[in-house]
């Protein structure tokens, strides 16, 4: 890949934000799965059980980068700054959206780990999510903005 794109001063291609919307959504389904679990085992309701499936994906989010940029010899501090600017609104649109799919299907919120539909809307949710997000990570991406920020840490 041409490190221009990188930069954001040139073309950006597709794969580019695939990439990072497959990162993002690594940490996303990790935290949001266990969160949703987590919940719905303790019987939680559904605003406790979403903020913490919300919390813990933004936790494994930026776990995911910070891994990666604290390789690099980087302090945590800047490390933990490099995650916020690279992943926070995708993180963001992601959740916003595998969650909107979640209420907006009936059923969805109040199904339990053994049904089915808890199984298959969370997944529905994920995928929809990856989708609508991967053109903010394009846009982001073009402007030098979102996951640009770690690539000077990985290469």
Request: glycine share 12%; proline share 2%; net charge neutral.
């Amino acid at each position: 890949m041409d490190h221009a794109a990188h930069a954001g001063h040139g073309k950006v291609g597709w794969s580019m934000a695939a990439q990072a919307t497959l990162h993002c959504l690594t940490g996303c389904a990790i935290g949001e799965v266990l969160g949703m679990v987590i919940g719905t085992s303790l019987g939680w309701d559904n605003a406790q059980t979403t903020a913490l499936a919300v919390v813990r994906a933004f936790f494994f989010g930026y776990a995911l980068t910070l891994r990666g940029v604290l390789k690099a010899d980087v302090g945590f501090r800047a490390a933990f700054r490099v995650a916020l600017a690279a992943d926070t609104l995708s993180i963001a649109v992601m959740e916003l959206i595998d969650n909107g799919v979640l209420a907006l299907r009936p059923g969805a919120m109040d199904a339990h780990l053994t049904d089915g539909m808890f199984w298959g809307v969370l997944a529905f949710a994920l995928f929809a999510a990856s989708l609508i997000t991967t053109p903010v990570n394009k846009w982001m991406i073009g402007r030098g903005k979102g996951h640009v920020a770690v690539h000077p840490y990985y290469h």
